[in-house]
T-cell receptor
Framework: KNEVEQSPQNLTAQEGEFITINCSYSVGISALHWLQQHPGGGIVSLFMLSSGKKKHGRLIATINIQEKHSSLHITASHPRDSAVYICAVWSPGNQFYFGTGTSLTVIP | DGGITQSPKYLFRKEGQNVTLSCEQNLNHDAMYWYRQDPGQGLRLIYYSQIVNDFQKGDIAEGYSVSREKKESFPLTVTSAQKNPTAFYLC???????????FGPGTRLLVL
């Protein structure tokens, strides 16, 4: 069993839809990261959070420490949001644990 | 411009050959990381370094070696002991270990 599980694995949405990607983890946590990987392979860090909620533009990330769960929301989705979204946990033991990613396609 | 660079973009290795992938950052970050990504798979940590002259093995360090002689540089050598080296290799850095990471553009390694 992976230490970090993401769902869904694949997601197709119409432009403008509200999107939610989920991440559950089983390890202790110092921080949780959401990353975005574009089709060319480049990776951008979207959020780092250890509690509560963060918002950046149309992206919102939340974390529930008690339930060991985080969500990434995209409001008013756009084709340029099409990418793979990766959840990663940095543990107190100085280890990174990565989910296998959620592949998002937004159709115009 | 501050950033993190990797070279080359594509690298070809012959059987039994060692190759070195370059990673340089001018962000003044203490921590640097090397990841491997196989098609359709997630990121896997090879090595990371929290500070100059120190580095730690990740999940898949066998067949790889690193050095951290300078803060700016964290080269990865793929040795002949790595039997399946064809993959996409990503380097990243962060102010401190576990903080927000900045990724390089990656190097695709192919075995001839």
């Amino acid at each position: 069993k992976n230490e970090v599980e993401q769902s869904p694995q694949n997601l197709t949405a119409q432009e403008g839809e509200f999107i939610t990607i989920n991440c559950s983890y089983s390890v202790g946590i110092s921080a949780l990261h959401w990353l975005q990987q574009h089709p060319g392979g480049g990776i951008v860090s979207l959020f780092m959070l250890s509690s509560g909620k963060k918002k950046h533009g149309r992206l919102i990330a939340t974390i529930n420490i008690q339930e060991k769960h985080s969500s990434l929301h995209i409001t008013a989705s756009h084709p340029r949001d099409s990418a793979v979204y990766i959840c990663a946990v940095w543990s107190p033991g100085n280890q990174f644990y990565f989910g296998t990613g959620t592949s998002l396609t937004v159709i115009p | 411009d501050g950033g993190i660079t990797q070279s080359p973009k594509y690298l070809f290795r012959k059987e039994g050959q060692n190759v070195t992938l370059s990673c340089e950052q001018n962000l003044n970050h203490d921590a640097m990381y090397w990841y491997r990504q196989d098609p359709g798979q997630g990121l896997r940590l090879i090595y990371y370094s929290q500070i100059v002259n120190d580095f730690q093995k990740g999940d898949i360090a066998e067949g790889y070696s690193v050095s951290r002689e300078k803060k700016e540089s964290f080269p990865l050598t793929v040795t002949s002991a790595q039997k399946n080296p064809t993959a996409f290799y990503l380097c990243a850095s962060s102010i401190n270990a576990g903080e927000t990471q900045y990724f390089g553009p990656g190097t695709r390694l192919l075995v001839l």
